[in-house]
């Protein structure tokens, strides 16, 4: 038996009243869903001339598909430093040498404080009064995003990395193994599985942010399909009903794969379990 009770069932009464309170909340939302329809049929933006363009290869290969390759670009270069920058600096403040906890710990802190926007303007702006060159748009939004992120990140990993059982480190170090192999074989792979929705909502945050390069005309989906759409065909409201769906794809993408991992990294867990059973049941001494 468990020690730990998460939750009690829910009774007859308890299911029937949740039933009754999901049926309204969703007859609610049909009818905002009605209600914007209706708005929207009004002013004519279900007009399909003003859908047409949209259905068009110029429209797609000269407008939408660089904005979407512009995003995409940059999400995913500071999606990979943003998670080594969490690595790195979460491995840091959990050092037993306090001047690099300490250290860690503040660049974190500092860069969970600043604004993300604050920072993009800073390094599109002040970086290049600084250096007397230009900074190009690209790496502002990409830094930007790495900073924020990654410190987001380190606290997740960090967390991830205290949730795993002391015993587990102390039995590691018992046979041997130094820290680094403890924090590398041990505790990461264990803190990355057990976070992973963590950092693939966080990820998914990212992804949305690239659309802060929009204040410095960085040319990724939103500043493209907004601005430059909008202007050459005179409908904001399509245009952004486009952009929030190809945002929406994409953020629907990333969660699949992270709920298809998870499942992948049970399943193992569940045949290295029934492995490791098998093995105890051949070793155990026969009465």
Do not use: C
Not at 223 to 247: D, E, F, K, R, W
């Amino acid at each position: 038996m468990s020690s730990t009770v998460l939750y009690d069932h829910l009774g007859p009464r308890a299911r029937r009243r949740n039933w009754i309170l999901t049926a309204i909340f969703s007859l609610a939302l049909l009818a905002l869903l009605w209600f914007i329809y209706v708005k929207f049929d009004q002013k004519g933006q279900w007009a399909a001339e003003k859908w047409k363009p949209y259905l068009t290869a110029k429209m797609w290969n000269e407008f939408l598909i660089p904005g979407l390759r512009g995003t995409l670009q940059a999400a995913f270069t500071a999606m990979v430093l943003a998670l080594a920058f969490g690595l790195i600096f979460a491995v840091g403040r959990l050092s037993d040498r306090r001047w690099i906890s300490w250290a860690s710990g503040a660049v974190i802190e500092f860069f969970r404080a600043v604004p993300l926007l604050l920072m993009i303007f800073f390094l599109s702006f002040g970086v290049p009064f600084l250096i007397q060159a230009p900074f190009p748009a690209f790496w502002a939004v990409v830094i930007g995003l790495t900073l924020y992120n990654g410190s987001v990140l380190a606290e997740a990993f960090r967390a991830g990395i205290r949730a795993v059982p002391r015993g587990q480190s102390e039995a590691a170090s018992a046979v041997g193994m130094r820290k680094d192999q403890v924090m590398r074989y041990i505790l990461l792979p264990q803190a990355a599985r057990s976070m992973l929705p963590v950092i693939v909502s966080q990820l998914v945050v990212l992804l949305k942010d690239t659309a802060l390069g929009y204040i410095i005309a960085y040319e990724e989906l939103l500043q493209v399909g907004v601005t430059i759409v909008a202007a050459n065909y005179g409908n904001l409201v399509v245009a952004s009903i486009v952009v929030a769906a190809i945002y929406i794809a994409i953020n629907s993408g990333l969660t699949a794969l992270a709920n298809y991992l998870d499942r992948r990294s049970m399943r193992r867990g569940i045949r290295s379990a029934r492995a490791l059973r098998r093995e105890a049941a051949v070793i155990e001494p026969q009465g």
